[in-house]
């Protein structure tokens, strides 16, 4: 079961404010997802941007909790981006106050976390690495691109079985400033609450 504290940050969204224009957004998400699982096939999400820093990691850890919470099984989600940098520890942070529970497995330039969502589950593995890493699927995988820029520097994923733009705005812009827990938050629960969407729809 997800940790008490998961479900209590969802129940407190509303599914019901996403746009139709998101909706639309998601479609070909729900449209790959639906098919490997109708096959009985795996379902690889490699979530892309293009420092691997912020947004694309918070859409791997809430899309892997939102699979679990429905009993979606054989969903992999994964992260990568254009370059590798570091989880910033304010998206590590916001996972944290969601109700994850995170392990800093190892320190330096880029640091290692273990992102719990459930006692039973193993935990996600969180670092910064490029879209092609040895830790992310090379083929039958689709590739999510989660901000602007890393879809227009990369119009070719090696392997990507299906390419699938669901951008989001960086809470970047925040950084130092007043507004940046906030900002970090607002993100992290519109990602939560789309991906709870995603998984709500697959039979």
């Known amino acids: 079961m997800l940790f008490r504290q998961i ?17 639309e957004a ?4 729900i449209a790959f ?19 691997n820093s912020r947004r694309s990691h918070l859409s791997q850890v809430w899309a892997q ?5 429905y009993h979606i099984k054989n969903v992999f989600c994964y992260s990568g981006g254009t370059q590798a940098t570091a989880l910033f520890p304010m998206a590590a942070k916001t996972l944290e106050n969601a109700g994850f529970e995170i392990e800093v497995l190892s320190e330096g330039k880029n640091p290692v976390y273990a992102i719990k969502y459930d006692e039973n589950e193993p935990p996600i593995v969180g670092f910064s690495k490029t879209f092609d890493d040895a830790f992310n699927p090379k083929n039958e995988f689709a590739a999510i691109m989660t901000c602007s820029q890393a879809d227009a520097d990369c119009p070719f994923i090696s392997g ?18 007043p507004q940046q827990v906030e900002k970090y938050q607002e993100r992290s629960n519109q990602i939560a609450v789309e991906m709870w ?4 729809q697959i039979k």
């Open 26 to 29: 998601l479609q070909p998400l």
């Open 33 to 51: 997802i639906q098919s490997k699982v109708s096959e009985n096939k795996n379902a690889n999400l490699n979530f892309i941007c293009t420092h």
């Open 197 to 200: 969407y995603v998984f709500s």
């Open 160 to 177: 990507a079985e299906k390419r699938i733009p669901v951008k989001y705005e960086d809470p970047k812009a925040f950084d130092n400033t």
């Open 65 to 69: 909790a939102a699979a679990h919470f």
């Open 7 to 23: 479900e209590k940050t969802i129940a407190s969204l509303n599914i019901e404010a996403i746009s139709e224009e998101r909706k």
